[in-house]
């Protein structure tokens, strides 16, 4: 099994601790619908505010089973793309969008039931004047995205694992998980170990 196959079953909270919180996206980049998750290897794209033309470059060049990573600044006035633009990403079997920014036709990308990340959505469209990088390292959501690093999303955010620290890190997010579920399983419910590890943690 790959690894990037072997993180599919982890939430984003621990391997979030695993990489002590330092590569999270802006905690306003949400899923569209609660049950999505997104898992992939980093397209990126350099998008200058409100021109989304190199956005259609990066669907025709991306590699079926990438996520494409937006940096469009933040800006939450212009969208990124709209339910006609995100359908070819779907259908040239792109695993997910991320945006820094907003999109638009949000019912419509919703009927998709395609995993889109993002700050929410807006009403006006972008210009195609054709400026833009692909492929390089950007900042999204106030985090550090380098081409090939693994995403992976669900309901609580976005996280980046840098692909030098993959193994690391699918190491001790699995770790941390294992540790949950017992810690779940010996406490929830069980009021004298309840109050026994509230002692424990208070004391120190």
Same mark, same amino acid.
């Given at each position: 099994?790959?690894?990037?196959?072997?993180?599919?079953?982890?939430?984003?909270?621990?391997?979030?601790?695993?990489?002590?919180?330092?590569?999270?996206?802006?905690?306003?980049?949400?899923?569209?619908?609660?049950?999505?998750?997104?898992?992939?290897?980093?397209?990126?794209?350099?998008?200058?505010?409100?021109? %989304?033309?190199?956005?259609?470059?990066?669907?025709?060049?991306?590699? /079926? @089973? *990438?996520?494409?990573?937006? +940096?469009?600044? #933040?800006?939450?006035?212009?969208?990124?793309?709209?339910?006609?633009?995100?359908?070819?990403?779907?259908?040239?079997?792109?695993?997910?969008?991320?945006?820094?920014?907003?999109?638009?036709?949000i019912e419509g990308i919703k009927k998709l039931d395609f995993p889109v990340f993002c700050k929410g959505s807006t009403i006006a469209a972008s210009?195609?004047?054709?400026?833009?990088?692909? %492929?390089?390292?950007?900042?999204?959501?106030?985090?550090?995205?380098? /081409? @090939? *690093?693994?995403?992976?999303? +669900?309901?609580? #955010?976005?996280?980046?694992?840098?692909q030098e620290l993959e193994n690391e890190v699918y190491k001790r997010s699995f770790e941390k998980l294992t540790f949950d579920r017992k810690r779940?399983?010996?406490?929830?419910?069980?009021?004298?170990?309840?109050?026994?590890?509230?002692?424990?943690?208070?004391?120190?």
């Open positions: 099994m790959k690894l990037i196959d072997q993180f599919k079953d982890i939430p984003t909270t621990c391997i979030s601790d695993a990489m002590e919180g330092m590569n999270n996206l802006d905690s306003a980049i949400k899923p569209l619908k609660e049950v999505y998750k997104v898992i992939g290897r980093a397209f990126t794209v350099k998008m200058p505010v409100g021109d %989304n033309k190199i956005f259609l470059k990066a669907i025709r060049e991306a590699k /079926p @089973g *990438d996520v494409l990573v937006v +940096d469009a600044k #933040g800006d939450t006035y212009r969208a990124v793309a709209g339910d006609f633009i995100v359908g070819m990403a779907q259908t040239l079997g792109i695993n997910g969008i991320v945006i820094d920014g907003v999109i638009r036709d210009g195609k004047a054709g400026q833009g990088e692909l %492929n390089v390292p950007i900042s999204c959501g106030g985090a550090t995205v380098t /081409p @090939g *690093d693994i995403i992976i999303g +669900d309901v609580d #955010g976005v996280v980046v694992i840098p779940a399983e010996t406490i929830t419910g069980n009021r004298e170990e309840t109050i026994k590890y509230l002692d424990e943690i208070l004391s120190k």
